[in-house]
């Protein structure tokens, strides 16, 4: 068995020149008139019912064409560029495809192809050449992206795209990934198996969710879940098989409920009914607001008759609400989804906390830390730190001593031409940077000291042998996270750079023994001294 989570479509969105410039051109009538020719291919290929009606443009995104043409050109080359990723890597599921045929296995071989939610609106209303923004509560304003627009696609951008095409992915349905309509969880689902299915081409309509597709293998496999396995009592599956539906396109269905929640939007599918709230009427890129529970409006869908969820019923049958919404009781519970939690800023950010609960000092190695998530780095975000190290200095020494995250944000702490330096990367080219003089040879200790002065902000100190060399000003820092892929690394910068005064991995060449980071709750961190046998 193979899993492929190739990362697409999710953002960063990339693909070699050759492919976006394919497709120059191809998006310029915009996304509400996407809407409308997608629709059309989706009812003549039948992957739709003939009566789908198409949801209207929520309020949220703009009309296509009143846009200025400067904003038209970003958003059309932001799809572009989606869409040659998606060529690219449907390509690479091609090669997997040719070389099961190639060793005899294709015709034997059970696939799926699958996403795992509907098209992202957190590119947000402008999109973002860097995603960053979006994870730490922020937008990118339009002009920060035109100034990208050249490169966008390239590596040294983590674009995402205007929610406006998100739309236009997820016709004909309202919403996105993190919403509980349709929008937000109706994804294709292609299986081949010419061994195991003697339909070919055909479409079915039987209504499952992923948490199928185990239960799925396990039986074309023949293979029983067990009851217990190397003594650990198992969990029942969730899912039920769709092997049923493979020969049979007009099998009743076989799935009864099925619950949905994802940041306190919720959903509830019973025999061909749905009902789902859009949690305090947020969009993905609202990740800021966090409001009660108790005020979120229910909405109630036919969807055995309404495929894309475009007449809600609720006001003519609140009846057959109330009883959906008891049953969405009964399966949270039974799963654990309670108690509902949105926070999703939070979210990210506690990560690092239940990871390291209360403890104030990490001590990392060289070598030894290198290419660790960020998540396990030491959780320096919004709390006072220090990072120290001591070093035995012949003169010439240099690299990178720690670095965290990278091109889209986080921070490192190095030395070049005889100088230490640590290194700030906030967003959109802003850098605080510290320098100190000349470096003295010998024992040297080094310190970044980060003085909490408010929320997500404070004064950063460099020190070399006890003594202040230099100071900066850190208004504004990131509230979650640096990045989705970016490396934690003592003695090197393995991903993307930090700081672009130096580039490659810059490998620090000299004696780093160990790197010590402490946090504090307090605004600043006690003083103290390193033990005098470290360096």
Known sequence: MMLWASGSMHSPHHAPDSFIDKYKGKFDMGWDVAREQILVQQKALAIVPENTVLTERIDAIPAWDPLPDEEKALYARQMEVFAAQMEWVDLQIGRVVAELERIGELD???IFVTSDNGASGEGGLAGTFNETYVLN????DLESNLRHLDDWGRENTYPHYHAGWAMA???????FKQSEHRGG????????????IEAK????????????????????????????????PQQPMDGISLMYSFDDADAPNRKQRQYYEMFGNRAIWVDGWKAVTLHAKRMPWDVNVVLPFEND????YHVAEDFSESTNLAAENPEKLQELIEIFDDEAWKYNVYPLYDDMIARLGAQQDRLFGDQSEFVYFSPGAVRIAEKSSAPVKNRAHTIETRIDLRGDEEGVIVAVGGMTGGYTMFIKDHRLYYDYNFLD???????????????TELKFNFIKTREFGGD????VNGEKVDEIEMPQMHIATYSLAETFDIGRDTGTQVSDLYSGIFKFDGKLDRVIITVSDENTVPPRKLPANYY
């Open 108 to 110: 034997n071989t059970l």
């Open 137 to 140: 509560g922020l937008q990118t």
């Open 169 to 175: 992915g997820n016709t004909p349905f309202r919403y």
């Open 185 to 196: 969880q109706a994804d294709h689902l292609v299986v081949h198996w010419p061994n195991g």
């Open 201 to 232: 081409g055909e479409i079915r309509n039987q209504y499952h969710h992923i948490s199928d597709i185990a239960p799925t293998i396990m039986q074309a496999a023949g293979i029983e879940v067990p009851e217990e396995y190397n003594g650990v």
């Open 297 to 300: 409006e229910w909405e109630l």
């Open 429 to 443: 080219g802003v850098h605080y940077v510290l320098r100190s003089s000349p470096l003295p040879t010998g024992v």
């Open 460 to 463: 950063g100190e460099l020190y």
